[in-house]
């Protein structure tokens, strides 16, 4: 693993996750050992958007219970889990951050998804898992961690079968140059961020031999996302369950800068879907 790597993988590990999960459960009114995927929705979505997003991505997708999903950047396994659970489809998850896998399992476990589902430590970079054993792949805010996009897009290349197809919601960078004003939910600081331009994705995706199918800008969806979200915690504050759990302290500061940053066209939440066709 990389210094950056390690730096990045440093950024999410909090701590006792697993644990403070099921106690913000419990908190919930919710049994943690009679979980399901819906109670653990508020979460374990940890992107822009949340299960709305995933939902929206997934219904351009449209796995079936014989496809085989590849998670890349899986954190604790929400996207994973709602797979299985809404497509009965078989999903590998690869994050660098041994906490969030640890928890991934745990939680998946709970929910009786452990036939279906398995979660491993690797680098995005270098996946611990068989050439072309994939149909598809997604990747939900994990390319603003990778610098090297191109060894990102090789090596989801090298995981999709012939015809497979990898799907991706990133924030990327706006028309409005600038820096960014840190923290961030993915960074506390420069040195582990690395948004880049659609067009970097575009150029790495074409040199990995994946075609471009679909491309959609997701701003006025973050924008209102978050407006819906910072009008609840002005009304009820921080529900017990949340990505907040996953951000430490500083969770109200990363995602303000969040917002500045969107609404000054510095970031861009763009969705991208790409084909392997040889």
Not at 67 to 94: A, F
Not at 251 to 257: C, R, V
Request: aromatic share 8%; glycine share 10%.
């Amino acid at each position: 693993m990389s210094q950056i790597e390690q730096a990045v993988a440093q950024h999410y590990t909090t701590g006792a996750l697993t644990e403070r999960v099921r106690a913000a459960l419990e908190a919930s009114g919710i049994d943690p050992d009679a979980a399901t995927v819906a109670d653990l929705k508020a979460g374990d979505e940890f992107h822009t958007g949340g299960v709305l997003a995933t939902d929206n991505l997934f219904a351009q997708l449209g796995p079936t219970h014989a496809t085989r999903v590849l998670d890349v950047g899986c954190g604790i396994g929400g996207t994973s889990r709602y797979v299985v659970d809404r497509y009965d489809s078989t999903v590998t998850g690869i994050d660098l951050t041994p906490e969030l896998v640890e928890t991934a399992t745990a939680l998946s476990d709970l929910v009786g998804h452990s036939d279906k589902s398995s979660f491993h430590v690797g680098s995005a970079l270098n996946m611990p898992v068989p050439d072309a054993g994939f149909d598809l792949a997604v990747m939900l805010h994990v390319g603003m961690n990778i610098e090297d996009k191109a060894g990102l897009f090789g090596e989801v290349a090298r995981t999709l079968a012939t015809g497979g197809t990898f799907g991706l919601f990133d924030v990327m960078r706006g028309e409005v140059a600038g820096q960014l004003d840190f923290p961030l939910p993915w960074s506390t600081v420069a040195d582990t961020s690395f948004v880049d331009a659609p067009e970097v994705y575009r150029d790495a995706a074409t040199a990995a031999g994946l075609e471009l199918v679909t491309e959609t800008d997701r701003t006025d969806f973050a924008v209102k996302f978050f407006e819906d979200v910072f009008a609840r915690l002005a009304e009820n504050g921080p529900p017990p369950l949340g990505i907040h759990l996953m951000m430490g302290e500083t969770a109200p500061e990363k995602f303000q800068n969040y917002v500045k940053n969107l609404k000054t066209g510095r970031i861009r939440p763009t969705e991208m879907i790409f084909k392997k066709t040889g």
